[in-house]
């Protein structure tokens, strides 16, 4: 069986975890994550190949008692904006930024009508739309977790779905990090974010 990766065999990998981004300038480095029912959004400058990507957990930082900006990098609309801001910063133009996403799947059985997953898709979404960012490619919703990798030079990503093993493994990583962001960022009593 081939090597899905083989073309970036010589690269330099940089790995994203939940509430962190990565912005690169070299066109020889990779970013990758691992998702569930949290969003990656992989941005870059399609005139200069500077680019990178997010991970963020919920939507909106709004109404929560955030402490500092490691806090707020859990929350997409933070997230986003931090993530472009470090793109332009670097180099690259508004008017040549383009977008592709990734995650959002409903990892855990409930009846609930609205899920983490369903809520992160719809945020990212209104988002890169209201910003006017052109957007390429998604591979978001479903059941299954996903690991991406993320080439900004030539805006190439490849993604690879999770075998149950690995699922098991977020799920767990996402019930307890979504019941630590209840104790720690609400004000009034506790919310449940992940099933």
Aim: hydrophobic share 35%.
């Amino acid at each position: 069986m081939n090597n899905p990766l083989e073309e970036f065999k010589d690269f330099k990998f940089h790995s994203v975890l939940p509430g962190d981004f990565k912005v690169t300038t070299e066109p020889n480095e990779v970013i990758s994550t691992l998702l569930g029912s949290c969003i990656a959004a992989c941005i870059r400058c399609t005139k200069t190949g500077y680019g990178g990507l997010n991970h963020f957990l919920l939507p909106s930082v709004k109404g929560r008692n955030i402490q500092d900006d490691t806090q707020a990098m859990r929350y997409g609309d933070y997230a986003m904006e931090v993530l472009i801001g470090a793109i332009l910063r670097s180099g690259g133009s508004r008017n040549n930024l383009e977008a592709k996403i990734f995650g959002g799947a409903n990892m855990f059985t409930t009846c609930a009508s609205k899920t983490v997953g369903g809520s992160n898709i719809q945020f990212v979404l209104d988002f890169i739309n209201a910003e006017g960012i052109a957007l390429i490619a998604e591979d978001i919703g479903g059941t299954t977790g996903r690991k991406i990798y993320f080439h900004p030079a030539s805006g190439k990503v490849k993604v690879q779905r999770l075998h149950k093993e690995k699922e098991a493994d977020v799920k767990e990583f996402e019930t307890k990090y979504g019941h630590n962001l209840d104790n720690k960022d609400t004000d009034s009593g506790t919310i449940e974010l992940f099933g």
